[in-house]
T-cell receptor, first 112, second 109 residues
Framework: NAGVTQTPKFRVLKTGQSMTLLCAQD?????MYWYRQDPGMGLRLIHYSVGEGTTAKGEVPDGYNVSRLKKQNFLLGLESAAPSQTSVYFC???????????FGQGTRLTVV | LAKTTQPISMDSYEGQEVNITCSHNNIATNDYITWYQQFPSQGPRFIIQGYKTKVTNEVASLFIPADRKSSTLSLPRVSLSDTAVYYCLVSNQGGKLIFGQGTELSVKP
């Protein structure tokens, strides 16, 4: 049972490049979340999903897109990366809409 | 969505009881209160959740007064390994889970 797996773990992008972060869960959870965490700050919700085929905006959705075509996967896309998107990205899934978790191990993204 | 306010940081010593209070003045009737723990370079981990009064599990207790405008996470007899950031969340059925700034707890020998 792998839980929540994020791919990749590390990535360096040049400004303007695009990439997709993958979050995969094997617990049949309905709810999935993408957060970003900057140094010394709390987690900020980017987008979330309450079920397959659904997505919704969080606190800081600008510059990101998401898709939930399959229940087990939640993809986070950066169409044109900017240095301000340098951050650690955490994905989470949940069986309940009242609690987030487990979380993945994080993706450390640097945009230069 | 209810906004939460916590102290930025707290210091404690090994063996002491630590109480971290979170303020959520505009909590709604159907909101739950959840606390998480985060270690460096890891995602947050669920600690405890409650709706009212007191909830206790093997690692912590959660105290919620009758008006539910605040909550207190109590960690009994902390150790060095409890050094972490603790987050309070207020959540409802909408699924939009917003973390606050968190409280950085430092436990000293």
């Amino acid at each position: 049972n792998a839980g929540v797996t994020q791919t990749p773990k590390f990535r360096v992008l040049k400004t303007g490049q695009s990439m997709t972060l993958l979050c995969a869960q094997d617990m049949n959870h309905e709810y999935m979340y993408w957060y970003r965490q900057d140094p010394g700050m709390g987690l900020r919700l980017i987008h979330y999903s309450v079920g397959e085929g659904t997505t919704a905006k969080g606190e800081v959705p600008d510059g990101y897109n998401v898709s939930r075509l399959k229940k087990q996967n939640f993809l986070l896309g950066l169409e044109s990366a900017a240095p301000s998107q340098t951050s650690v990205y955490f994905c989470a899934s949940s069986y309940s809409n009242f609690v987030a978790g487990p979380f993945g191990q994080g993706t450390r993204l640097t945009v230069v | 969505l209810a906004k939460t306010t916590q102290p930025i940081s707290m210091d404690s010593y090994e063996g002491q009881e630590v109480n971290i209070t979170c303020s959520h003045n505009n909590i709604a009737t159907n909101d739950y209160i959840t606390w998480y723990q985060q270690f460096p370079s890891q995602g947050p981990r669920f600690i405890i959740q409650g709706y009212k009064t007191k909830v206790t599990n093997e690692v912590a207790s959660l105290f919620i007064p009758a008006d539910r405008k605040s909550s207190t996470l109590s960690l009994p007899r902390v150790s060095l390994s409890d050094t972490a950031v603790y987050y309070c969340l207020v959540s409802n059925q909408g699924g939009k889970l917003i973390f606050g700034q968190g409280t950085e707890l430092s436990v000293k020998p």
